[in-house]
């Protein structure tokens, strides 16, 4: 999380706030009652669910670090669609924030870290973003930012297109929360290479320069390709069995391949198709047009060409670079 330390030690919230029925005594909270953004903690390993303090605004115990990232991945994205997309929050109406208000904080969009016991993994649940620890080989606390931005995206594919959590449409949920787990963490620290990989900042702190997954180059070749990181990118190659919900993390890997090569041009490895970028902000307007105005829950990667066609038509034009593009990415990886 050493990516975040410019938020160490920067005052997140400050002031005298009501805890329950009574008012307590001024002390610091994450919690950020514009961007009505909050962050509460786990005790370790247990289900109870608590208010973090801190008396003197600097944030930087061992156990703080955590919500300093989580914290401010969500300010981030809430930052993100608020300014790129005039969405206002994840709902769209500056929420949800139900969980908060029924804990004791206000109601804030929430997020709680230090789930379970050494839990490799992170999850949107409906209501609030859920970050574990990680066992400290596999991942370190999972509050990178493109993950926070992932499971938050996870939030706004619910109030709008609703994709159904596995085969195909499944396999667009998970791309696009990985688009625009991408594309915050490329507003907040400009572009480059690590932003087309997923989770680098968390996964294996031992190995440096690997990911969870690479939109980039969805196989992993750039390590000897077809290990356990090798994910499809074409849709020939895509997995057809039932493991991880038909293959909602794997089968991936192609429309995100296919914003990879929209965005930042090349030519497919397998098809040979040659894609001419557009630039990663007009294909990060096509993609949350498609997802918010033309997909629904049971949209297949057929449906979202069409449904990214569609926005680019109606952002760009039906001739238009952008959607002569659009047309050439899907193409790349075998859809339509
Ligand atoms: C990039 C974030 C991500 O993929 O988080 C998950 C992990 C680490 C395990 C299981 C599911 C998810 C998810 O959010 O889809
Ligand atoms: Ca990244
Ligand atoms: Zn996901």
């Not at 400290?136 to 926070?148: M, N």
């Not at 994709?163 to 396999?171: D, I, K």
């Not at 997954?213 to 074409?234: I, K, L």
Request: charged share 15%.
């Amino acid at each position: 999380y050493d990516n975040l330390q410019t938020a160490q030690g920067t005052s997140l919230y400050s002031g005298t706030v009501t805890i329950g029925t009574s008012v307590s005594a001024s002390k610091y909270y994450p919690e950020d009652l514009t961007r009505k953004v909050g962050t509460f903690t786990y005790a370790n390993g247990t289900s109870t669910v608590y208010r973090i303090a801190d008396t003197d605004d600097v944030w930087n115990g061992s156990d703080q670090r955590v919500v300093v990232d989580a914290h401010f991945g969500a300010s981030m994205v809430y930052d993100y669609f608020k300014t790129v997309h005039g969405r206002n929050g994840i709902d769209g109406a500056g929420g949800p924030t139900a969980y908060a208000a029924a804990n004791g904080g206000a109601g804030l969009i929430s997020s709680i870290v230090r789930y379970s016991t050494a839990y490799n993994n992170a999850f949107w649940d409906g209501t609030k973003m859920t970050y574990g620890d990680g066992d400290g080989s596999t991942f370190a606390p999972l509050v990178s930012l493109d993950i926070a931005a992932h499971e938050m995206t996870h939030g706004v594919t619910q109030y709008e297109a609703n994709l159904t959590y596995q085969n195909e449409s499944g396999a667009l949920n998970e791309s696009w929360s990985d688009v625009f787990g991408a594309l915050v963490e490329r507003y907040v620290y400009g572009e480059s290479t690590d932003t087309w990989k997923i989770g680098e900042d968390c996964y294996t702190p031992g190995t440096s320069g690997d990911a969870l997954r690479y939109m980039d180059d969805p196989h992993d070749a750039s390590n000897g390709g077809y290990t356990s990181n090798d994910d499809p990118d074409h849709y020939s190659e895509r997995y057809t069995g039932t493991s991880d919900n038909g293959g909602v993390h794997i089968n991936s890997g192609i429309p995100n391949h296919a914003f990879y090569l929209l965005a930042k041009g090349g030519t497919h490895h397998l098809s040979g198709v040659a894609v001419t970028g557009i630039g990663a902000d007009d294909a990060g307007k096509i993609w949350y047009k498609a997802l918010a105005d033309y997909m629904t829950a049971s949209t297949n990667f057929a449906g979202a060409r069409q449904a990214t066609l569609s926005a680019a038509s109606a952002l760009f034009g039906g001739s238009s670079a952008q959607y002569t593009s659009t047309q050439s990415a899907w193409c790349a990886v075998g859809v339509g």
